[in-house]
C-alpha cells in the first residue's frame, strides 16, 4: 500500500504543481503615439485609400504624421507637415485634416502664448497624394 499511496501522493503534487505556473504576464502599455492613433476623432485622421495608394495620417499637435502599423498595435509616426518654425513657446489652436475627391486639406494653426488670437504660425495646406503639402492660405 505504501507504493501506492506514494504515487497517488506524487500524482497529487504534478497536478497541483501544473496548476501553479504564473499566467503571461500583461502586454506591454501601448506608446503614446499608439494611444493617440486608435483615439482619433474622425476630423484628425485618414485611413484608406488616396491617390491610389493606402495611407493612414494622424494630426496631433498642428502636425500630420503619416502612420505605419505595427506588431502589438503599436505605430510608428513620420511627419508629413508642421508649421513654420515660431521663436516663442506656442500651443496648437486648431487642427483638421478633410479630403473632398481628389483633395486633401490641413488646418494647422498655432498661438503665441500670451498672444491670444491665432496664429502666429500655420495655416491651410492641401495635398494631392498626402505626402506632399502646399500651403493655400492662412
Known amino acids: 500500500m505504501k507504493g501506492a499511496h506514494r504515487i497517488a501522493c506524487g500524482l ?3 497536478v497541483a504543481l501544473a496548476g501553479c505556473e504564473k499566467p503571461a504576464p500583461p502586454p506591454p502599455p501601448l506608446s503614446k503615439e499608439a494611444q493617440i492613433t486608435r483615439d482619433a476623432p474622425p476630423e484628425l485622421m485618414f485611413r484608406g485609400t488616396f491617390a491610389g495608394r493606402p495611407i493612414h495620417l494622424v494630426v496631433n499637435d498642428c502636425e500630420v504624421y503619416s502612420v505605419r502599423s505595427l506588431e502589438g498595435g503599436e505605430v510608428e509616426w513620420t511627419s508629413v507637415l508642421k508649421p513654420d518654425f515660431y521663436p516663442f513657446f506656442s500651443v496648437c489652436q486648431r487642427e483638421s ?6 483633395v ?6 498655432r498661438m503665441a502664448v500670451g498672444a ?3 496664429c502666429a504660425t500655420g495655416g491651410t495646406y492641401r495635398s494631392t497624394d498626402g ?7 492662412y
Not at 97 to 102: A, D, H, I, N, T
Not at 104 to 109: D, F, I, N, V
Open 116 to 118: 491670444g488670437g491665432c
Open 12 to 14: 497529487a503534487l504534478t
Open 104 to 109: 486633401m486639406t490641413a488646418r494647422l494653426g
Open 131 to 137: 505626402i506632399a503639402w502646399k500651403r493655400t492660405g
Open 97 to 102: 485634416l478633410q479630403v473632398e475627391g481628389s
